[in-house]
Protein backbone atom coordinates (compact mmCIF):
# COMPACT_ATOMS: atom_id res chain seq x y z
CA UNK A 1 0.00 0.00 0.00
CA UNK A 2 3.04 2.61 0.33
CA UNK A 3 3.92 3.12 -2.89
CA UNK A 4 0.10 3.97 -3.72
CA UNK A 5 0.47 6.60 -1.00
CA UNK A 6 3.45 7.95 -1.97
CA UNK A 7 1.62 9.18 -5.13
CA UNK A 8 -1.13 10.14 -3.46
CA UNK A 9 -3.90 7.36 -3.79
CA UNK A 10 -5.55 6.92 -0.17
CA UNK A 11 -8.08 5.30 -2.32
CA UNK A 12 -6.23 2.64 -3.70
CA UNK A 13 -3.84 2.08 -0.53
CA UNK A 14 -7.51 1.54 1.73
CA UNK A 15 -8.49 -1.12 -1.06
CA UNK A 16 -5.56 -2.85 -0.64
CA UNK A 17 -5.65 -2.90 3.09
CA UNK A 18 -9.45 -3.93 3.25
CA UNK A 19 -7.84 -7.12 1.09
CA UNK A 20 -5.79 -7.76 3.49
CA UNK A 21 -7.79 -7.26 6.30
CA UNK A 22 -10.55 -9.67 4.27
CA UNK A 23 -7.80 -12.45 4.19
CA UNK A 24 -7.04 -12.13 8.03
CA UNK A 25 -10.66 -12.65 8.70
CA UNK A 26 -10.69 -16.16 6.69
CA UNK A 27 -7.00 -17.18 8.02
CA UNK A 28 -9.10 -16.41 11.72
CA UNK A 29 -6.55 -13.96 12.87
CA UNK A 30 -9.19 -11.10 13.55
CA UNK A 31 -6.53 -9.39 16.46
CA UNK A 32 -4.26 -9.33 13.55
CA UNK A 33 -7.22 -7.50 11.43
CA UNK A 34 -8.34 -5.29 14.17
CA UNK A 35 -4.71 -4.12 14.70
CA UNK A 36 -4.29 -2.82 10.84
CA UNK A 37 -8.13 -1.53 10.58
CA UNK A 38 -8.18 0.53 14.11
CA UNK A 39 -3.93 1.62 12.76
CA UNK A 40 -5.80 3.02 9.60
CA UNK A 41 -8.98 4.17 10.92
CA UNK A 42 -7.98 7.68 10.57
CA UNK A 43 -6.44 7.14 6.72
CA UNK A 44 -10.01 6.16 5.87
CA UNK A 45 -11.83 8.69 7.37
CA UNK A 46 -9.93 11.37 5.62
CA UNK A 47 -10.62 9.82 2.07
CA UNK A 48 -14.40 11.22 3.43
CA UNK A 49 -15.59 8.43 0.65
CA UNK A 50 -18.65 7.54 2.67
CA UNK A 51 -18.67 3.81 0.78
CA UNK A 52 -14.95 3.34 1.67
CA UNK A 53 -15.97 4.38 4.99
CA UNK A 54 -18.56 2.35 5.48
CA UNK A 55 -16.70 -0.57 4.24
CA UNK A 56 -14.36 -0.28 6.26
CA UNK A 57 -16.68 -0.17 9.57
CA UNK A 58 -18.59 -3.10 8.31
CA UNK A 59 -15.00 -5.15 8.51
CA UNK A 60 -14.50 -3.75 11.76
CA UNK A 61 -17.71 -5.13 12.74
CA UNK A 62 -17.15 -8.37 11.69
CA UNK A 63 -14.10 -8.63 12.89
CA UNK A 64 -15.01 -7.88 16.17
CA UNK A 65 -17.71 -10.81 16.22
Do not use: F
Amino acid sequence: AKPCLTQGQALAANAIRMTKVRLLLRERRPDDAIALLERHYSDIEQTRYPRGISEWESLMAQAYQ
